[in-house]
């Protein structure tokens, strides 16, 4: 039986329940104690997940007990949960964004040095088997070498859903904190560090009406620009672009070379299926997947048959499974 790790949750709010429901299935975890500015929403989380104790922000942060702080807060407020959790010794993991500003980000890693403590942020989509398939496509060379890319997110926003959307459209809201670090996370896992990048952004509607409960009607200025479009090239050569929207509809990611393109159709979920256009393995013709493949008209994607595909080979050579290829931690 693993050691445990005594985990703190500060933010209980609506995506509080995917990391309570999700956490059960790893053995390690064990939720010790809630918090939340809102005591009323600890509570509530506290009382359906079984979780022992309910605690200000600065009790939970005092008690000897908790070891990791999980920070599930708004973006504003990463940075500064996650710099009180660390002065109090503890190891933390935020959800996306780490910090909304640079400056923030750097403070966090390097007090995290000082004390000797751990920092994890979300996302870690990337770890998932659609993403791992793609990995492994491109370092095959069975697409050759990749020297473009397009990742598009354009939605309408979340104030038609989500009970408390307004900071999407604060500062440290906005499409790229919200989105950006999945596609981002994606591709640099596919192609590297990003070397360089241009981009224009804007308020394309300066005000938002909440349509979700229990906000339905309030009026929400937009602080943040909700429409970004930009070029990045990679340290591998590819250029491409990226566009990330909370105004217009569109969702595309591809990552492509001279010969094929790949396509993970959702970064923000572990088990997206990955289409490809380069051969399925099968001995057929090339196929367009996310379809079937059409010699053997079994599914082609490119996440079944390169996992298939390995499994089979490892399993020949005895090999095992690589860290995080199949069981993943997706929250959405
Ligand atoms: N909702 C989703 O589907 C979703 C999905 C993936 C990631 N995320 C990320 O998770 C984070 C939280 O999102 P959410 O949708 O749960 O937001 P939310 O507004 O529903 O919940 C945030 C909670 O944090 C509390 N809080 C805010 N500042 C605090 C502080 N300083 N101290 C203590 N409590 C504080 C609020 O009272 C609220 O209960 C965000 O960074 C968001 O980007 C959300």
């Known amino acids: 039986m693993p050691e445990k790790v005594k985990v703190g949750l500060i933010g209980c709010g609506a995506i509080s329940g995917a990391y309570l429901k999700h956490g059960k299935d790893f053995p390690i975890l064990d939720f010790v104690a809630a918090a939340d500015m809102n005591r009323a929403a600890a509570e509530a989380k506290a009382q359906e997940y079984g979780i022992p104790r309910v605690m200000s922000v600065e009790e939970l942060l005092a008690d000897r007990s908790v070891e990791l702080v999980l920070n599930l807060t ?11 959790a660390i002065n109090a010794g503890k ?3 935020a959800e996306k964004p780490l910090a909304i500003t640079r400056e923030d980000g750097r403070r966090i890693i390097d007090a995290a040095k000082s004390k000797g403590v751990l920092v994890g942020c979300a996302p870690d989509t990337f770890m998932g088997a659609g993403i791992q398939t793609a990995r492994k496509v491109v370092d095959s060379g069975r697409i050759g070498r990749p020297v473009g890319f ?3 997110m ?4 979340h104030e038609h859903w989500h009970p408390s959307p307004e900071f999407y459209y604060e500062v440290g809201g906005g499409p790229v904190f919200d989105m950006a670090p999945y596609y981002l996370t994606a591709l640099m896992n596919l192609l590297g560090p990003v070397q360089r990048l241009t981009s224009q952004a804007s308020i394309q509607i300066p005000e938002r009406t909440i349509t ?4 339905n009607g309030k009026k929400v200025t937009v602080e943040t620009p909700d429409h970004v479009m930009g070029t990045l090239s990679f340290a591998g050569g590819a250029i491409g672009l990226l566009g990330m929207s909370f105004a217009a509809r569109s969702r595309r990611t591809t990552a492509s070379s001279r010969s094929a393109s790949l396509e993970p159709r959702a970064p923000c979920r572990c088990r997206t299926p990955t289409s490809s256009t380069a051969r399925c393995g099968c001995g057929g013709s090339r196929t367009r997947t996310g379809a079937t493949c059409r010699t053997n008209s079994r599914p ?5 048959w390169g996992w298939r595909t390995w499994r089979t080979r490892s399993a020949r050579a005895g090999r095992s499974a690589p860290a995080g290829s199949r069981r993943c931690t997706c929250w959405t």
């Open 74 to 84: 708004v973006p504003k407020a990463h940075a500064p949960v996650a710099l009180a």
């Open 91 to 93: 190891h933390t993991y």
């Open 150 to 152: 397009t990742a598009f």
């Open 154 to 157: 354009l939605c309408k926003g």
């Open 212 to 215: 979700s409960q229990p906000k």
């Open 300 to 304: 082609a994607t490119a996440a079944r």
